[in-house]
């Protein structure tokens, strides 16, 4: 059978708290072990009639994870694994439906959160996004798979998971993950990301939202769970809506009214901030920016909205190293999609919790503390080269026998 990691199973356990007391040192096959464990008992995979084992489907997505390569690309590096053609046929059937996936990956999500966050003992700035990754192509089955956005990379479809995010420590967690279909509006996007937080027992301190999300709709509903929050106000058209609030001389607090002909008229706190941004961010003179804003103490002066805004911006990162360590698929399967993106976040999660626990090892340790000493592109080398030492480098065959290496 192809259920090579039960070898070592045993002695390696999932980031033991006795493993990282005794001993400080992470090695490769101990992160690998960790991603396994956490995996593995949440993940539903109906497996029949086949040799390949949970453990190998989690490690070689985990391999292609971190190179940030195809199932094909991973089977076929990989001398021990199983056929690329026959894993993707597996796989394709063995997931369940899209829902029963994306609570699975939730449990996950929830699994790895710390304790002391689901205690609810203290509130937390939270952030919620939508990520759209771009799609060409057909659907796979149904229309609602694909959302329409602004063309990017050559296209303007999109599959669309929107995440919601937690900081405590200058540690970033990704703590909820849902899959986005094309006739949800942002208001029930945000109310279900709310709802989870509620259920794992987690408090906000206040929420940052993408201005996507800034609506009628979606400000009720933060109005009325009386939460505290910034939002950025979108600015259309070259002249009327928020240009009004542009048209002093320097940041100042104020009021704005959303007029919606489908969902009323709403006034709702505002911030208008100038800042100079002397030629950063390719911008010259001065840049004026909008919130839509509850719940902030009445000393906060707007610049210091804009500051406190970006904060969310250390949240973001999130996203941009979760596609640092997301498998590639051409495949038109939401539900292949949605997993590699959702082992995507758990790999992420998987770092900073790492980062977390050698770091407590090393606060007594006599060798100097460096930031530089675990990266997220480092975990993910030390899976991948747990892999290869578990299914071993397939040789590459030469087409011209004399050709030689110098």
């Known amino acids: 059978e192809h259920g090579l ?5 045993g002695d390696q356990t999932a ?14 096959q101990q992160v690998l072990s960790a991603l396994i464990a956490v995996v593995r008992p949440y993940l539903p995979l109906d497996l029949k009639n086949t040799r390949i084992t949970a453990d190998d489907i989690i490690a070689i997505l985990g391999y292609a994870s971190a190179h940030r390569i195809s199932m094909d690309a991973a089977c076929h590096e990989l001398k021990e694994a199983p056929s690329a053609n026959r894993l993707r046929e597996v796989l394709a059937q063995a997931l369940p439906d899209l829902v029963t996936l994306q ?3 939730n449990t996950i999500l929830r699994a790895q959160t710390p304790r002391f966050v689901k205690k609810g003992k203290r509130a937390y700035y939270i952030a919620i996004d939508l990520t ?12 609602k798979e694909i ?3 602004q063309a990017k990379s050559g296209t303007t479809h999109f599959h669309g998971y929107a995440t919601v995010s937690i900081v405590h420590d200058n540690q970033r967690y990704v703590v909820a993950l849902r899959f986005v279909e094309k006739d949800e509006s942002m208001q029930e996007i945000v109310v279900w990301l709310l709802n989870r937080l509620k259920t794992l027992g987690i408090c906000i301190k206040r929420a940052y939202f993408d201005k996507g999300f800034c609506s009628v709709p979606v400000l009720k509903t933060l109005q009325r769970r009386k939460l505290s929050f910034i939002m950025p106000i979108p600015v259309r058209g070259k002249s009327g809506g928020v240009r009004k609030l542009f048209e002093t001389s320097a940041s100042y607090k104020t009021t704005y009214t959303f007029n919606s002909p489908k969902h009323g008229v709403l ?3 505002a911030v208008a901030v100038k800042k100079y941004s002397k030629g950063r961010y390719k911008r010259q003179k001065s840049h ?3 919130y839509a804003v509850a719940g902030l103490p009445k000393s906060i002066e707007p610049h210091q909205v804009f500051e406190m805004y970006r904060q969310r911006f250390g949240i973001e990162s999130s996203y941009r190293q979760m596609h640092q360590v997301r498998a590639r698929t051409t495949s038109r399967n939401p539900l292949i999609r949605l997993l590699l993106v959702g082992l995507a976040f758990i790999i992420f999660n998987l770092y900073i919790t790492s980062r977390q626990h050698v770091a407590i090892c090393l606060k007594n340790s006599a060798k100097p503390f460096s930031k530089f000493w675990l990266t997220l592109r480092r975990l993910a080398r030390m899976i991948a080269h747990a892999v290869e030492n578990l299914y071993d480098l397939a040789d590459v065959i030469l087409r011209h026998a004399d050709f030689s290496f110098s």
């Open 5 to 9: 990691l039960g070898s070592y199973q």
């Open 15 to 28: 980031m033991s708290k006795r493993t990282l007391k005794n001993n400080p040192i992470l090695r490769s």
């Open 103 to 105: 609570r699975a990956l």
């Open 132 to 143: 759209l990754i771009p799609y060409h192509g057909e659907c796979y089955e149904n229309e």
């Open 147 to 149: 959302l329409r956005s």
């Open 267 to 269: 006034e709702v706190k």
């Open 288 to 290: 004026w920016f909008a």
